[in-house]
DNA sequence: TAATATATATGATATTGATCATATATTATC
DNA sequence: GATAATATATGATCAATATCATATATATTA
């Protein structure tokens, strides 16, 4: 057997995280094979031997998207007092950082529009993705928030909803040209966001 | 002089129409010129008697799509009783038929992401949307609840807060693969906006 | 109705990108 | 060190796409 074992895996991963940056910088459109495997440091041809087709190869990548980002964006928070842990994470999605890096951060802002037209396979990660950071502010949140809201049900719903938030700021802050205006939606919508989650919400009266 | 006065702007007017629609629902990528002069009834070879570029047809059929968005987003408003138009412009935008019609609505959920790549022109003409959206909400605020709000800085904040709750609920509800979390999305963001703008926010203390 | 300026269509080019067939390089075992 | 199985590279193909040059159609005015 030539090769050690998993040599393929390892170069597999390589072309994984390769696309997992391209994608978030440049978009699915904009993310050739060719390009891809490049920033892996192989050529393009090799590509088939991996996946069968880009489509697979963006699932995959979407995927450990979501990942990087869920680390970078917890990481180190443990060490923050729990009553500071939520702020500091909105903080950190809907910073300058955050938003200038989009190779480094949450690929649902950065390829949100593109995947709603994408294949039912990358839809699915999408959704995973979104499970997946919803349930990551949960656990957040300090006990005594948690207290502070009524049921599990109606919780999931403001999580929904301050992710939409944060997930929209973060999209619009990119798109817009002007740097003043950009940071401003940065601005409000972190505000807005802490606010939300620190104050219990009683289910509207909208159907 | 061949040709009535104007015929040609009136081509000009239904290619941006044309692109208008196949943008928010293909994407920019997604959509080529031939597709846009065949949807508008002509050949693609005419194309750049109208445009310099692909460019800068997208930035045109851009401010196209926001003032068609907003046309439909609003019409019939006036007949509603003041103190529910809000609910019910938040109620239309976050709605199923909004969701699963993109080529009539919102082009900042539908081109979001893709425009935070696109060119100077096209941003400058998304901030624009967006600057038009926000100011739209102002005006549908019941005077009531307009002095409810402390200042208009803050009431600026809190609009373009919603407004990005909007478009990401937006975004989710249609990248998300199954129909009943799409359908919880849109639910949980109407009814988080429609609470975060009858309630008077103080500013926050996060910086 | 003929002439002509203007608008649109036909057809070509050049580039790019996904995909695949085949050739070459690599290294664990003997 | 030679072998063989496996991983990667080279090179080609086919389709799509932006762009542009040139030809044709159109309709207003004389």
Do not use: W
């Amino acid at each position: 057997m030539p090769y050690s074992a998993g040599h393929k895996a390892d170069t597999r991963q390589r072309i994984i995280a390769s696309a997992a940056d391209l994608l978030r910088s440049e978009g699915i459109a904009g993310t050739g094979i060719a390009k891809v495997m490049k920033h892996a440091g192989l050529t393009h041809g090799g590509f088939y031997a991996h996946f069968n087709s880009k489509n697979d190869l963006v699932s995959a990548a979407f995927e450990e998207a979501v990942l990087d980002a869920g680390r970078k964006l917890t990481e180190g928070l443990e060490g923050i007092e729990k009553q500071e842990r939520l702020a500091h994470y909105i903080g950190r999605y809907l910073s300058r950082v955050h938003r200038d890096n989009p190779e480094l951060g949450c690929p649902l802002a950065a390829l949100g529009s593109e995947l709603s037209r994408g294949d039912e396979g990358a839809r699915q990660g999408f959704e995973r993705g979104l499970r997946r950071l919803v349930s990551g502010l949960d656990k957040l949140l300090p006990v005594e928030l948690i207290n502070a809201h009524t049921a599990n049900a109606a919780d999931d719903e403001l999580f929904l909803a301050v992710m939409s938030m944060m997930v929209g700021g973060l999209m619009l802050s990119r798109a817009v040209g002007d740097q003043d205006y950009s940071d401003h939606i940065l601005r409000s919508t972190r505000r807005a966001a802490v606010e939300l989650l620190h104050k219990p919400v009683n289910a509207g009266d909208i159907q």
